[in-house]
C-alpha cells in the first residue's frame, strides 16, 4: 500500500502529505496546538488523533485528496476547456487541487471531531474530568476551524454545481456519523439489527460519500460530461467501500501478528456471519461468552485485558465461518466495479496508478 501511495504522489506532482500543510501552518491553528498540548499525559483520544497526522505510516489520511488529483489527471481537459490549459500544472487544474484540499480538510475536521468522548460514559481510570472538557473543548474549535476554512476555499471556486456536491458530502458525513452513534448507546449495542444492506447504507455515508462525491466534483470543474462525471462518482464511491471492507478484514485476515486486534461486532465479517449463523443463536453465542464484562459497549470499543479471553473466542468463531470469506468477496466486488468505472478513462499513468490502489486493497494473504 505504502509504495502504491507513494508512486501515484510522484505522478500527481507532489506528496499528497502535505497537501493540508498551508491551512496547519496558520497562526490560527498554531494557537490551537499551542493549546493541544496541554493535553498531554492525559487520555483524551484526540492526542492519538494528532499523532496520527504526524506519524501517518499507513499512509491513510491523505488518500482520499490522492485520488481526487489521480482521477483529474486521468480524465485531462474537456473539449470545453480547451482554452484553460495554461492553468493546468502535470495535468491537473489549480481548481482540482483546490478541491483535493479541501476534501482532506474536511475529512480532517470530521476525524478531529470524532475525538470528541461522552464524558456521561467516562469512569475514574480515564482521568481528571477537567482534562476531558478541556480535550473536548479543543476537538471542537480545531474540527470548527478546519470545517470553515474547507467552506470558504469551496466558495471560492465559484461553481454553484461543486458547492452543492460537496454540500451534501457534509451532510451526509454527519448523517452517517450521527447514526453510528446513536446505535452505540448501552442498550442497543448487541440488539442493533444491521444486515449487510444497511452496514453499506452506513459506510457509504460516513465513509464513502465524500470521495465519491469530490471524484465527481473534480470532473465538473473541469466541464466533463455528465458519463464522466458518473463514472469518477462510481470510482469513488466503490474504491472507498473496498477500502473500508479491507480495514475490517484485518483483524481476522492477518496472520503476523500474534495479539488480538480490537474489531467491532458491527464490521463487514462480524455481520455477514451473523447472517449465515442467524441472529438469534449468534447473539446467544456472544452473551453466553465466559468473563463477559457488564459494560459491552465499553468492552466493544476499548476492551479492558480481563475480557481480551472473549475478544479472541469471537474473533475465532468468526473467522471459522463464512463471513470472512463472504466479506473478501465482496470487497473484491466493489473493486471490479471500481476498475469497470476507469475503463471509461483514456490509457495513463495516472489511470494505472487509481487501479493499483484498487488492486492494494483487494489483495489478501
Aim: aromatic content about 6%.
Amino acid at each position: 500500500w505504502s509504495q502504491v501511495v507513494s508512486e501515484a504522489e510522484k505522478i500527481v506532482g507532489y506528496p499528497t502529505s502535505f497537501m493540508s500543510l498551508r491551512c496547519l501552518l496558520s497562526d490560527e491553528l498554531s494557537n490551537i496546538a499551542m493549546q493541544v498540548r496541554k493535553l498531554v499525559g492525559t487520555k483524551h483520544p484526540l492526542l492519538d488523533t494528532a499523532r496520527g497526522f504526524v506519524y501517518d505510516s499507513r499512509n491513510n489520511l491523505q488518500m482520499r485528496g490522492l485520488v481526487v488529483l489521480l482521477i483529474s489527471k486521468a480524465a485531462g481537459p474537456s473539449t470545453a476547456e480547451l482554452s484553460f490549459q495554461h492553468d493546468m500544472v502535470s495535468g491537473i487544474y489549480s481548481s482540482q487541487r483546490s478541491l483535493a484540499e479541501i476534501t482532506e480538510l474536511i475529512h480532517t475536521a470530521f476525524l478531529v471531531h470524532r475525538g470528541v468522548v461522552n464524558i456521561c460514559e467516562l469512569k475514574s481510570c480515564d482521568g481528571p474530568l477537567k482534562d476531558m472538557q478541556f480535550g473536548n473543548k479543543m476537538a471542537v474549535l480545531s474540527g470548527d476551524f478546519l470545517l470553515a476554512n474547507a467552506c470558504t476555499s469551496l466558495a471560492q471556486l465559484q461553481n454553484t454545481k461543486v458547492v452543492e456536491l460537496i454540500s451534501s458530502a457534509i451532510g451526509d458525513l454527519v448523517q452517517g456519523i450521527y447514526y453510528e452513534n446513536s446505535k452505540s448507546s448501552e442498550e442497543n449495542c448487541l440488539t442493533d439489527d444491521i444486515g449487510i444492506s444497511r452496514w453499506k447504507e452506513q459506510v457509504f455515508l460516513s465513509h464513502s460519500a465524500l470521495l465519491a462525491k469530490s471524484c465527481q466534483a473534480a470532473m465538473e470543474l473541469a466541464k466533463h460530461s455528465a458519463e464522466i462525471q458518473d463514472m469518477a462518482f462510481q470510482y469513488g464511491k466503490h474504491m472507498s467501500m473496498s477500502h473500508k471492507l479491507h480495514s475490517d478484514l484485518q483483524p481476522f485476515v492477518r496472520e503476523s501478528s500474534s495479539d488480538t486486534i480490537a474489531f467491532s461486532l458491527n464490521s463487514a465479517p462480524a455481520i455477514l456471519h451473523q447472517e449465515f449463523r442467524g441472529r438469534e443463536a449468534w447473539l446467544k453465542q456472544i452473551r453466553e461468552k465466559p468473563c463477559a464484562p457488564r459494560d459491552n459497549c465499553a468492552w466493544l470499543k476499548r476492551p479492558p485485558h480481563r475480557c481480551v479471553c472473549v475478544f479472541q473466542q469471537l474473533q475465532e468463531v468468526i473467522k471459522a465461518g463464512k463471513g470472512v470469506t463472504s466479506a473478501i468477496d465482496l470487497c473484491r466486488c466493489h473493486g471490479n466495479r471500481a476498475l469497470a468505472a476507469l475503463e471509461r478513462f483514456p490509457p495513463s499513468e495516472a489511470r494505472d496508478a487509481l487501479a493499483n490502489i484498487v488492486y492494494a486493497v483487494t489483495r489478501f494473504p
